[in-house]
């Protein structure tokens, strides 16, 4: 069963997937882009997991590929016990961090009004 704690991981291997199928058939980014109405910058950063990748699209990187929809898919091994990427884990840390430090410095500044 694929992971749902860690969506972004999930992604990540797509990414990876489509990004070595990719490349063992000699396309490009911008031919693949163009074939499925992406830009060469939106598969990149559906390879790098970055960026989510619609199920339509998946079917739209297969024909264009030259391979089955199952072969895009990463190994349910992987999925299983994949992590988030660390830099989105980064990312998420960061982001919770400023809202601690905000929610914290609002309160402090209130208590030293009240005094």
Do not use: C
């Amino acid at each position: 069963m694929p992971s749902t704690d860690a969506p972004e991981a999930v992604y990540k291997l797509i990414g990876e997937r489509l990004a070595k199928i990719r490349e063992e058939r000699a396309a490009t980014q911008e031919d693949l882009g163009m074939f499925a109405g992406l830009t060469r910058a939106s598969i990149a950063n559906i390879e790098k997991g970055r960026q989510r990748v619609f199920l339509h699209q998946l079917y739209r990187f297969a024909d264009y590929l030259g391979v089955k929809l199952g072969d895009l898919l990463p190994d349910p091994e992987k999925v299983r016990f994949a992590r988030v990427v660390p830099e989105a884990e980064a990312a998420y840390l960061e982001k919770l961090r400023k809202h601690i430090f905000i929610s914290t410095g609002a309160t402090h500044r209130q208590n030293r009004r009240r005094a």
